[in-house]
Nanobody, 116 residues
C-alpha cells in the first residue's frame, strides 16, 4: 500500500511562493496518476492540479492556472506543487492524491495560510 506524505506548507504573505512536496513510500508512484487537491475552511475539497504517470498530461483548476505548477520526479518518488503569486484565497489544507485503477490513495494534508 502506498503512503503519501505532504510537506512544505506554512504561513506566507500574499504574493509569496511556496513549494509543496508529496513523498511516497510503500510503492512506486511511476504507475500512478498524481494530483493535488485543497480544502479551504468550511468548504469542500476541490481539485487543484493533476499530472499523468510520465508527465505527458497536466491539468489545472482555472483558479490556479498560470500561478501553480505541478511536477513529478518518479526516481525520487515525489510529486511537487510550485505555488507562486499566492493569494489569501489559496489558504487551505493541500492534499496529495495518487490513483491507479481501483487504487486511490490520499495524504494527510499540509496547511497553507496566506495572509493579506
Amino acid at each position: 500500500q502506498v503512503q503519501l506524505v505532504e510537506s512544505g506548507g506554512g504561513l506566507v504573505q500574499a504574493g509569496d511562493s511556496l513549494r509543496l512536496s508529496c513523498a511516497a513510500s510503500g510503492g512506486s508512484i511511476s504507475n500512478y496518476g498524481m494530483a493535488w487537491f485543497r480544502q479551504a475552511p468550511g468548504k469542500e475539497r476541490v481539485f487543484v492540479a493533476a499530472i499523468s504517470r510520465r508527465s505527458g498530461y497536466i491539468d489545472y483548476a482555472d483558479s490556479v492556472k498560470d500561478r501553480f505548477t505541478i511536477s513529478r520526479d518518479n526516481a525520487k518518488n515525489t510529486v511537487y506543487l510550485q505555488m507562486n503569486s499566492l493569494e489569501p484565497e489559496d489558504t487551505a489544507v493541500y492534499y496529495c492524491r495518487g490513483w491507479r485503477y481501483a487504487m486511490d490513495y490520499w495524504g494527510q494534508g499540509t496547511l497553507v495560510t496566506v495572509s493579506s
